[in-house]
């Protein structure tokens, strides 16, 4: 009865921490891997269920441990906590994973595809863009702004003083200083044919894809959206539509006790970086006209509620819909062709 039956594997950039029971829950093997070698041992091993931390390198394991035949979960780091016993390293943290994945109730990471994973890393890359250009932003205003001039709130005073740096007869800005701010302005420049270049690259994928051609018909999500949401998510690991909703943290948090149950603002779990596109999405949908051709919006926006609650609502309305055409592989059909 030593053949193992389940093991817990905590990763590492270079020595790995592995636990093993067999079918009677006895410890078989309890040892440190190095990098090289954790595919060679696991190719001697007879398949069996292998349980890893969803956190980083953890697709990429998790897909190379599958092609030796063996059956792999990623487990949210948040559901393993529970788990550790007493102390913490990485003896521990291996077998609070082993006994982790041992859990009929417990929930897993689906393991991304080396397609999606390529995508996925070409969102985060695109995020990091977009964070170091507002940053250069912002410094050049607030730099301008030590010198008295002040723009509006955009893109449009944001160009007010592009112009003010471009006019070498404006004396209220020291040449010194301009010099300085030119070059903030090329970074700028670089950024943004960085940027260009990345969306390009998302925009080639989208069209090849067949979900994100599905998801572009739902209202409030464009291209960089549809792609995330397709690249990000597998829909078809929740049993229900609101579960999917709410793994994105687009439903109110719960607290109550004794049967009061208070619901609070959204719980913000989950995908920030989806649960902001669906939001925003969800806000360029309510301010464009087609806000009023929708009964349901116009009865939530009747009830004189906040502009960002009633974006949430419709946020969580389209994830719910993402669920079922991702799920039924199916089109969207809107409300008026379902009418009729």
Excluded at 283 to 305: E, F, Y
Excluded at 315 to 334: C, G, H, Q, S
Aim: proline content about 4%.
């Amino acid at each position: 009865m030593n053949e193992l039956s389940r093991i817990g594997v905590d990763l590492a950039k270079r020595v790995f921490q592995v636990h093993g029971v067999n079918a009677r829950e006895e410890v078989v093997v309890r040892r440190s891997l190095g990098r090289k070698e954790v595919l060679g041992w696991f190719a001697k091993l007879p398949p069996c269920l292998i349980g890893i931390e969803a956190c980083a390198t953890a697709h990429y394991w998790g897909r190379e441990l599958a092609a030796l035949g063996h059956t792999v979960r990623l487990i949210p780091p948040n559901y393993v906590k529970a788990y550790v016993r007493r102390n913490k390293n990485d003896a521990i943290d291996a077998a609070a994973i082993c006994e982790a994945v041992s859990r009929p109730a417990m929930r897993f990471v689906e393991i991304k595809t080396t397609t999606q994973q390529a995508v996925s890393g070409m969102h985060q890359v695109r995020q990091l863009l977009v964070k170091q250009r507002t940053a250069a932003m912002n410094c050049l205003r607030g730099l301008i702004a030590e010198f008295g001039i002040v723009a509006p709130q955009g893109m449009k005073g944001f160009n007010e003083l592009l112009n003010i740096l471009t006019d070498a007869t404006d004396a209220r800005l020291p040449e010194v200083m301009r010099t300085a701010l030119n070059g903030l302005v090329q970074t700028l420049n670089i950024l943004a044919l960085q940027l260009e270049k990345v969306d390009k690259a998302i925009l080639d994928w989208g069209r090849s894809d067949k979900t994100t051609h599905r998801l572009l018909a739902i209202p409030g999500l464009g291209p960089i959206t549809a792609t995330a949401v397709a690249a990000r998510t597998n829909p078809k690991a929740f049993d229900e539509a609101g579960h999917f909703a709410a793994s994105l943290g687009l439903v109110p948090r719960q607290d109550g006790t004794g049967g009061k149950v208070r619901l609070g603002s959204i719980s913000k779990r989950g995908d920030g970086y989806l649960r902001r596109l669906l939001v925003n999405g969800a806000l360029a949908v309510l301010r464009s006209k087609q806000a009023k051709q929708d009964p349901w919006l116009v009865t939530l926006m009747a009830k004189n509620k906040p502009l960002k609650v009633v974006a949430v609502a419709l946020a969580n309305k389209n994830a719910r819909i993402i669920w079922a055409l991702m799920v039924r592989d199916t089109d969207f059909r809107p409300r008026a062709a379902v009418a009729a």
